[in-house]
């Protein structure tokens, strides 16, 4: 079964997969309080084949779901489609929200959740997306960060960083590749080339300097993700390396 509730004057539009009824509908209440257009699917089946037709700009999607149960409709819609996935999910083990992630979703929330809580959620993903797929200003054709090489220096919007040599190597490593997940351990390998003895706990406190450092700046944007139980990405966009 398929329930729409849509209002085209909304710009953003929110797929909910849910199939317990009052879950659903306290959802579409809040997310179209908020101003967002949703549609509503209580059917695993029906999911894919309006995805690929209606292109959402973001998916609740539930993980326990008659029919076709959400971990496999998350793997088949990343084969086709970036759209930002919020797992959603009454199992709260370990292995779901490794396996939810890994599959390619950007984030997950446990039952029972406030739905305030996933305004909020819904809100910060989209804003992170709009601003990755954003072109960049007419006036400003340079990267908001740029790395000197030459110089072991980094500045982000013109305003420099003051960064130790550590945390120097872990930005340029992270926003070289943004997108990919690096674990502590690939990250302490290039940090570190004189085989001193660290834990891969030390990555945490050199990524809590990196990012408070970098919020200093620019408190607005997301630069470095945690993906649980995996490492740590870049989000920021491209650097321009010198």
Not at 137 to 148: H, K, R, S
């Amino acid at each position: 079964m398929t329930e729409t509730l849509s209002n085209e004057t909304l710009p953003e539009q929110v797929l909910i997969v849910e199939d317990e009824p009052k879950l659903g509908q306290l959802l579409v209440d809040y997310l179209q309080a908020a101003e967002y257009h949703t549609h509503w699917i209580t059917h695993g089946d029906a999911v894919l084949p309006w995805v690929r037709e209606h292109s959402p700009s973001l998916i609740l999607l539930d993980l326990m779901l008659p029919g076709t149960d959400g971990l496999t409709l998350c793997r088949i819609i990343r084969q086709f489609s970036n759209v930002p996935i919020i797992m959603v999910t009454a199992r709260s083990e370990e292995i779901d929200r490794l396996l939810g992630l890994e599959i390619g979703a950007d984030d997950y929330i446990c039952k029972p959740y406030s739905p305030r809580e996933v305004v909020v959620r819904v809100k910060t993903l989209l804003r992170r997306c709009r601003w990755q797929s954003a072109p960049p200003p007419e006036t400003g054709l340079e990267a908001a960060l740029q790395i000197d090489n030459s110089r072991f220096q980094a500045s982000y919007l013109g305003q420099p960083l003051d960064l130790t040599p550590a945390e120097f190597r872990l930005l340029k490593t992270l926003s070289t590749e943004p997108g990919k997940v690096f674990s502590r351990e690939a990250l302490l390998d290039k940090l570190y080339d004189d085989y001193r003895v660290v834990t891969d706990r030390t990555i945490d406190s050199h990524i809590k300097n990196l990012r408070r450092k970098l919020e200093q700046l620019d408190e607005q944007t997301s630069f470095i993700r945690t993906v649980y139980g995996m490492g740590y990405r870049w989000e920021a966009g491209s650097c321009e390396v010198i």
